[in-house]
């Protein structure tokens, strides 16, 4: 079953959810049909039950109910559709949430909405054979609506199990807190490609985090890894909403991103004793949300840093992160001895409640454990645990109290993954690009001070890692580091968002050496990759370019004008660079000895071409076209020329030098 989220822009909407096939009315009937006066049904209200669950990530009380289309509501045929509404109230709930059960055919959509028809969610095809939850509507009281084709045989039935009423307010902007860090934001830089595992849970009136996670024959089968106190028996996980990309579109914009939302799972593996819950989604996440399935480690030793991505009180994702070592620990007497890694202190972000479940990931970008609980808050980030994978792996051998079982099916004995795109996202896959082809020379000397490179985009790009083609490096021993970055910028490099430190025990000269990012990067503008080599002996080759593209840094950037690109070649996935354009005419190499290329300006046709020497005598070319720049082959001798070229609205000239 899917579940896809629209933004609309109408009148008295807020938004459409579209669940399923989109072959049915996404405007309910009623809206244009005069209708009959609706009949509601009121529980409990929700400031009733409102207790300090809360505090556990609990936003609502579950009130179990018997409804149905076939003993409450009232249904009305209205020209060419059968129409069935129900209204339900909770005076003063923040939210409703329901679990229904259906016997409608695959003719049938049902519809929920708010009064005139705000936070609309529509559901098509329903061919489950299980009950099904439908995402929240914040307000407090809702309309169910089943839309039928008059030609159907049968009218079908939906029954309503469960209503939930909503007691705090679900992911408000008002529960921000001081110390939140948006996953968008600059410290949530590194971990762009492990947000996409990370999903808000919606189950049994609470919200907790889950990760999708990837198993050792690299299949689509979509496990789910959260805590079990959040998901520990088959009717919450087969009634739970699994919501995915549910985030900031960026640093400083609150408005969220499409999220997209799975109902239900299957328990496959859940241990109390190490608070663990493994999931296997009812649906595939599909492609066109980006899903990854995180890696993971069951080593033994704690992650030397951390980070977890989480949606704390069911907000927008979040980052924590620590740069210290965990440590081996016990969360309480309810847990086995030592199952925990502990988190002294965040140094950025925190988690709160809403955040059980979450991954651990280590400094390799692999789970290394899942959040049980702990004391972390705005005011005091210490003390979290986190059920350790190590354990959680093969601890208990009954294979619905493990994760071994179901990740490690063929029994490969590995102890270590990285994570995949279930979509077969791999760089080994991607075309590899540099600024330059051309052929390679070589500076007189390596650069004593940072080098960049830039690198031109008209679109969004995402990268996995560059290549460096290596001229020369110092073999001294010990071993010394190279470290690489990459910055964003117009005219140089302005924002750092990503750096790596590189041994030069891995090193050689003449090497062309792949560099694997600890994450893929979507990189939105033009940006520069460079080293910066301290004192060492270190230097890339270079190429000849139609534009400068090397920057160098003495107190400040600035641009080589040599006609010369370094050779950094990337590992381009999803978008493409641009291949820098001259806007005056360009020589490389220059000096030269027997050829040059010349690239001309975009859009410019070549109608005449000159070569005179130091004494004006016009001397003889050997040119050869192609669609962007020329091959000049000469036999001169030593000495400066001007080239003189003739297009049908300019002239251009060009300077250059013969070596002996």
């Known amino acids: ?253 609150d408005t969220e991103t499409p999220s997209y939302s799975i109902s239900g799972g299957a328990l496959v593996s859940t241990n109390k004793n190490l608070d663990v819950s493994l999931i296997r989604l009812y649906e595939i996440p599909p492609k066109d949300i980006a899903p990854y399935y995180a890696g993971w480690s069951i080593a033994s030793s704690p992650p030397k840093r951390s980070a977890c991505i989480h949606h704390p009180y069911g907000k927008k994702k979040e980052v924590a992160i620590e740069y210290h070592s965990a440590s081996s620990s016990q969360y309480s007497n309810d847990y086995d001895s030592e199952s925990a890694w502990k988190i002294d202190h965040w140094e950025i972000g925190t988690t709160e409640p809403g955040s059980s479940g979450a991954g651990l990931f ?91 490179e830039k690198f031109y985009i008209n679109s969004p790009l995402q990268i996995q890692g560059c290549y460096l083609d290596i001229d020369m490096v110092s073999t001294d021993s010990p071993p010394s580091t190279v470290t690489l970055h990459i910055w964003e910028g117009s005219k140089q490099p302005e924002k750092e968002i990503y750096t790596q430190s590189i041994s030069t025990s891995h090193l050689t000269p003449n090497m062309i050496k792949y560099i694997n990012f600890d994450s893929a990067l979507t990189i939105n503008t033009n940006f520069f990759i460079g080293y910066d080599s301290d004192d060492i002996k270190f230097r890339l080759k270079e190429a000849a370019s139609a534009v400068s593209t090397i920057y160098t840094y003495t107190g400040g950037w600035t641009l080589k004008q040599n006609n010369q690109s370094l050779r950094i070649g990337l590992s381009e996935c999803y978008g493409s660079i641009v291949t820098p354009s001259p806007t005056q005419l360009y020589i490389y190499p220059n000096p030269s000895q027997d050829y040059f290329y010349l690239r001309i300006p975009q859009g410019e046709v070549v109608y005449e071409l000159y070569c005179y020497n130091s004494k004006g005598d016009v001397v003889k070319l050997r040119p050869l076209w192609s669609e962007k720049e020329m091959k000049i082959s000469f036999e001169l001798p030593e000495g400066y020329y001007v080239l003189k070229l003739v297009t049908e609205n300019n002239e251009y000239a060009q300077k250059f030098l013969v070596l002996p």
């Not at 045989?153 to 008002?174: E, M, T, V």
């Not at 999708?212 to 919450?236: C, K």
């Not at 994978?389 to 993954?417: C, F, P, R």
Request: include cysteine; charged fraction near 20%; charge should be negative.
């Open 1 to 253: 079953m899917k579940i896809l989220v629209w933004l609309l822009i109408f009148n008295c909407w807020n938004y459409l959810s579209v669940f399923g096939q989109q072959l049915h009315r996404v405007i309910p009937a009623s809206l244009d049909r005069p209708m009959p006066v609706l009949a509601w049904k009121a529980i409990t209200p929700a400031s009733v039950h409102h207790v300090s669950l809360q505090d556990k990530g609990a936003f609502a009380h579950l009130e179990e109910v018997d409804f149905s289309s076939e003993e409450d509501g009232e249904w009305t045929k209205v020209d060419d559709v059968r129409i069935w509404r129900l209204g339900i109230q909770s005076t003063g709930a923040s939210s409703l949430y329901l679990t229904f059960s259906s016997k409608l055919g695959t003719e049938a959509s049902i519809y929920l909405y708010g009064p005139g028809y705000k936070n609309l969610l529509a559901k098509h095809n329903l061919t489950l054979n299980r009950r099904f939850s439908l995402s929240p509507i914040f307000n407090d009281s809702l309309i169910i609506e089943i839309n039928v084709p008059a030609s159907a045989p049968h009218k079908g039935a939906l029954h309503i199990h469960k209503i939930y009423s909503g007691f705090a307010k679900l992911n408000q902007a008002n529960r921000m807190a001081t110390c939140s860090e948006n996953i968008n934001c600059e410290n949530g830089d590194l971990w762009q490609t492990e947000k996409r595992s990370v999903c808000k849970i919606i189950s049994n009136g609470q919200v907790s985090t889950g990760t999708l996670i990837g198993n050792t024959n690299r299949s689509d089968t979509p496990y789910l890894i959260t805590s079990n106190h959040s998901i520990y028996n088959e009717n919450i996980a087969s009634e739970a909403l699994f919501i995915f990309n549910y985030e900031a579109n960026d640093c400083n914009d």
């Open 362 to 452: 280590n400094q390799d970008h692999q789970l290394t454990g899942t959040l049980t609980g702990g004391r972390a808050s705005c005011s005091s980030p210490t003390d979290d645990y986190f059920s350790k994978l190590s354990l959680a792996w093969d601890k208990y051998q009954v294979a619905d109290q493990q994760l071994k079982h179901w990740l490690d099916e063929s029994n490969t004995g590995i102890t270590a993954m990285q994570g995949y795109d279930p979509y077969g996202f791999n760089p080994i896959f991607c075309d590899t690009v540099y600024n330059s082809d051309r052929e390679l020379t070589t500076t007189i000397a390596a650069y004593n001070y940072p080098v960049a």
